[in-house]
């Protein structure tokens, strides 16, 4: 099992930047494919950004390209995203979560942090 807990989120002023951790414990997030997902109210959740194992391959979804990057520490056992250029739109509550890369089901998700954008 892995528990995922997010950090770093807050209220930010439009053209700010934030950095999300996630810290993973109960076993190595190392085998593992870490992605970020984020949800506005009323609206459907999405995927952010997804990392496979070292970092060597990313994906992005189009609205962040460019100004958000996903990375992972595995000594760590932590995933970040850095988040630059932050819009209005940004604002959503943002999941960590976790799945072999084997697979697309994501077996692991942390409880979210929230992030704020304002204008």
């Known amino acids: 099992q892995v528990q995922l807990v997010e950090s770093g989120g807050g209220l930010v002023q439009a053209g700010g930047s934030l950095r999300l951790s996630c810290a993973a414990s109960g076993r190595t997030i190392s085998s593992y494919f870490m992605s970020w997902f984020r949800q506005a109210p009323g609206k459907e959740r999405e995927i952010v950004a997804v990392?496979?194992?070292?970092?060597?391959?990313?994906y992005y979804t189009d609205s962040v390209k460019g100004r958000f990057t996903i990375s992972r520490d595995n000594a760590k056992n932590t995933v970040y995203l850095q988040m630059k250029s932050l819009r209005s739109e940004d604002t959503a509550v943002y999941y960590c979560?976790?799945?072999?890369?084997?697979?697309?089901?994501?077996?692991?998700w942390g409880r979210g942090t929230q992030v704020t954008v304002s204008s």
């Open positions: 990392s496979n194992w070292n970092s060597d391959t990313t």
């Open positions: 979560a976790a799945r072999p890369g084997f697979r697309f089901t994501y077996d692991y």
